[in-house]
């Protein structure tokens, strides 16, 4: 958490520079999360983007929600920060003429829905439209440099928001890497993707920031023989196109005792 983890520190140690906010499509100042536990609310379908589905709060941290969409299971949780334009109040949908669809799995038969709907806002606390939050302009252009450090999501664990670095930078896309985790994690984005913040971030909303990892990556072509960390050959830059993840894996390398500040990745 925030408490073990100090970005000034690790800047200052590897002379890195924190990507400025105006590269982010996020807020200068993060928006306050006025969410409570099983409020009710609209949200798109993660899985089917088309469909608008019923979604419960079920976890809070910093100005993200965890939902659940109402009729499937506890395995398909996701996040959303309260400003985000795939939530809205309950009955947005109806207003603008759309059908409250059942979400993709629904456990029960499909011709159950409309009773299901209706038990399920029956007496449930509906988010007030007065918290849901206006999403934050675009950025004209994609301002990210290769080098520039952030805080992004762990898409893989989604409830993590970790120290990262842009690794690549094409067009409007840019290559996020985690510091101190093998490849396995990494991602192209958009640079207007909400999944990204600027350093800081975590620290003023309150959530929790992970620490980096441990690893530092060994090319497949060098031997994976003990050295020191300054002698590792700076991490391989992957493409979309050719991840080698599993690879990656297999090669998995710990160096103990070293200080995340001394990360190469
Ligand atoms: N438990 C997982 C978490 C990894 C999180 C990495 N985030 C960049 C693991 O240790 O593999």
Request: proline share 10%; glycine share 6%.
């Amino acid at each position: 958490s925030n408490e073990h983890f100090n970005w000034d520190e690790y800047l200052k140690e590897n002379g890195e520079v924190p990507a400025p906010s105006h590269c982010f499509k996020q807020p200068r100042t993060p928006p306050t999360n006025e969410f409570k536990i099983d409020m009710k609310l609209e949200a798109q379908d993660p899985r089917n983007v088309t469909s608008i589905c019923i979604a419960t709060v079920v976890g809070i941290s910093g100005a993200r929600l965890r939902l659940r969409l109402d009729g499937s299971d506890n395995k398909n949780d996701f996040w959303r920060l309260v400003d985000s334009s795939d939530i809205q109040p309950i009955g947005t949908c109806e207003k603008n003429s759309g059908m409250l669809q059942p979400p993709l799995g629904f456990r029960m038969n499909a011709s159950s829905w409309p009773m299901f709907l209706l038990r399920t806002l029956n007496g449930a606390e509906m988010a007030p439209a007065c918290i849901f939050k206006k999403e934050p302009p675009s950025p004209q252009h994609n301002h990210f440099k290769v080098g520039m450090k952030l805080e992004a999501v762990d898409r893989k664990n989604p409830h993590l928001i970790c120290p990262a670095t842009i690794s690549e930078v094409k067009a409007d896309d840019i290559f996020i890497t985690f510091d101190g985790w093998r490849g396995a994690f990494d991602y192209w984005c958009r640079y207007d993707s909400r999944d990204i913040f600027p350093v800081g971030w975590c620290g003023m909303t309150g959530d929790g920031l992970q620490p980096p990892g441990n690893r530092v990556s060994i090319p497949k072509s060098i031997p994976a023989t003990p050295s020191t960390p300054s002698r590792l050959p700076k991490r391989t830059m992957q493409s979309p196109q050719k991840s080698d993840d599993v690879t990656n894996q297999k090669n998995r390398k710990s160096i103990r005792g070293k200080r995340p500040g001394q990360s190469t990745s």
